[in-house]
């Protein structure tokens, strides 16, 4: 388990990234925190090459993920899928080795943008052993409790942190009306409003939104430095 504390990383991190735009003969406006985000997205932009871009559009599962792949072909995002674990009973000190060993060969490539490391985290954070694991979402669906389903997804949240991953697929907003379909079970209704009532689960995940939140800011808990995104699955039967 990490011991250095969220906001702490954060400080470090924005320290790190001012000295790091402001190092060289070059001055890097996309490194800058402290420039607006439209302006620093264009500047990097421009860095890109074509390679590079496509490289940012892929996703690969961590079997094949390596420092030397990631920096090797500029990969984007990482996935740990149902059962893609370092090894059977791997601690959660381990996960953050592995995630870190993965990040450093983003890090360490040209223009060093970092990777998102996500994983199917669809009910508890199922993929790590003795992590908490709740029913799946045909049985919270039959709850109809959207408090509860957001304490969930604070719970899945937290300790899916504590692993060093920041990007959650999850949740599967599915309307399932036809029983036939194999997944069945990701889905917490067949009426549409129960499943709009469940999406409470995403104020778990990734927090409330800050009182005066520019639109479009990543956040959890309130905290900017901490973020945790989700991945909605979405799809019609």
Known sequence: MAKISAPLVGFLLF??????????????????????????????????????????????????????????YKIGSVLSGGGSVPHLQATPQEWINMV????????????????IYGIDAVHGHNNV??????????????????????????????????????????????VCRDPRWGRCYESYSEDPNIVREMTDIINGLQGEIPKGSPKGAPYVGGQYVNRHYTYIHMRTN
């Open 15 to 72: 320290s790190f990234l001012v000295a790091t735009a402001q190092a060289g003969d070059e001055y890097m406006k996309y490194r800058d925190p402290r420039q607006p985000i439209s302006k620093r997205i264009r500047d990097l932009m421009k860095r890109m090459t074509l390679d590079e871009k496509i490289g940012q559009m892929v996703q690969i599962d961590r079997q094949v993920a390596t420092a030397e792949v990631m920096n090797g």
């Open 100 to 115: 870190n060993d993965i990040q450093n060969g983003s890090l360490s490539t040209r223009l060093g943008i970092p990777m």
């Open 129 to 174: 052993y003795n992590a908490t694991i709740f029913p799946h979402n045909i049985g919270l669906g039959a709850t109809r409790d959207p408090d509860l389903v957001k304490r969930i997804g604070s719970a899945t949240a937290l300790e899916v942190r504590a692993t060093g991953i920041s990007y959650v697929f999850a949740p599967c907003i599915a």
